[in-house]
């Protein structure tokens, strides 16, 4: 599915504060990605050290990772959550293999913050720091990956103390292989640990109102040519301001 959230999407959305797009991705461009990843030569990452997992930099080196900069199955919704002088704010990958523990729970609106909220008035939907999590590889009710307290965005009260990855509120949100989830930061999540059979190898984008930032390096990724890019995509990576700040659409 490509273009604006649907009634139905963005009733979703509000609610739980994630929605999910099967199949964003055709299988050329997930085959694409996958050995875009692959041509990255990333190690074998640590059963217990998070950072192991993840990698960046990888814009730069190879255009697979530039077209999901704004893809058509997402960028209206980042468009009409983030407004339209949104920017990229950063982006990194996660690879797991069997046994990787996950990260805990994090994030969440109970505490404002202004890099990372969730509002809604008359104008409609408005969201500070707005993930796009790309599923480059399946996963199956089990797996683990990406899971999250549901409606937790609009939480008034921070989690009960230890609450964690067991808790019966948390739900495991599976994803196939060019499925696309998209979540406020406001929400509380986390990844479970990985039980799949394959490596779990995922994408994320996360994007901010113009005048917002929650990451504090503004330059493009080192290596990235903004002149190889659209118009468009070169003003995604415009440093957060208000004064004489280019519309995306």
């Known amino acids: 599915m490509t273009g604006a959230m649907t009634d139905d999407e963005r009733y979703r959305f509000d609610v739980q504060g994630f929605l999910v797009r099967r199949g964003a991705l055709t299988l050329g461009e997930v085959t694409e990605l996958t050995e875009a990843v692959h041509s990255l030569g990333i190690g074998s990452p640590s059963s217990h050290d998070i950072m192991s997992q993840r990698f960046s930099g990888h814009l730069a080196r190879h ?72 599923a480059i590889s399946g996963s199956r009710p089990g797996d683990g990956g990406f899971a999250c307290v549901p409606g937790s965005h609009k939480a008034a009260f921070r989690p009960p103390r230890g609450m964690g990855l067991a808790d019966p509120m948390v739900a495991e949100v599976p994803l196939g292989a060019g499925d696309v989830v998209v979540f406020t930061e406001a929400l509380t999540h986390g990844t479970l640990p990985w039980r799949g059979a394959n490596q779990r190898r995922t994408l994320l984008y996360k994007y901010s109102p113009g005048p917002s930032a929650w990451s504090d390096d503004h330059d493009p990724p080192l290596g990235l040519q903004l002149g190889s890019l659209t118009v468009r995509q070169q003003r995604l990576f415009q440093r957060p301001s208000v004064a004489n700040h280019h519309p995306i659409a």
């Open 63 to 134: 255009p697979a990772f530039v077209t999901l900069l704004d893809h058509p199955a997402v960028i209206d919704i980042v468009v009409e959550l983030c407004g339209a002088t949104a920017r990229l704010d950063h982006a990194y990958g996660i690879v797991m293999d069997p046994g990787n523990v996950g990260l805990d729970l994090h994030g969440g609106g109970h505490v404002w913050d202004p890099a990372q909220y969730y509002a809604v008035d008359r104008s409609g939907i408005h969201t500070g720091l707005l993930a796009v999590q790309w």
